[in-house]
């Protein structure tokens, strides 16, 4: 009978229980949340408006000041 107790013993305290599984489930969704956080990045969402890119285009020299008037007054 003793080899019965130690072994039933040792099931108990490998057993998890309901309590251990939920917890264990909390902590695998709270590193799933945090890794997407990380991975997704602040302000992908925002894309410049016409104007925007229209005055980064004449800041890198691919359009002149005639040309970034005339398309600011149509879009403006």
Do not use: H, T, Y
């Amino acid at each position: 009978m003793l080899v019965g107790r130690s072994s039933q013993r040792r099931f108990e305290m490998m057993s998890w229980g309901f309590d251990g599984w939920i917890w264990m489930a909390v902590w695998i969704a709270a590193l799933l949340v945090m890794i997407w956080l990380i991975v997704r990045g602040p302000g992908r969402a925002v894309e410049p408006d016409a104007v925007e890119i229209l005055r980064i285009r004449f800041a890198r020299g691919e359009i002149g000041k005639e040309e970034f008037e005339q398309a600011r007054a149509v879009l403006e």
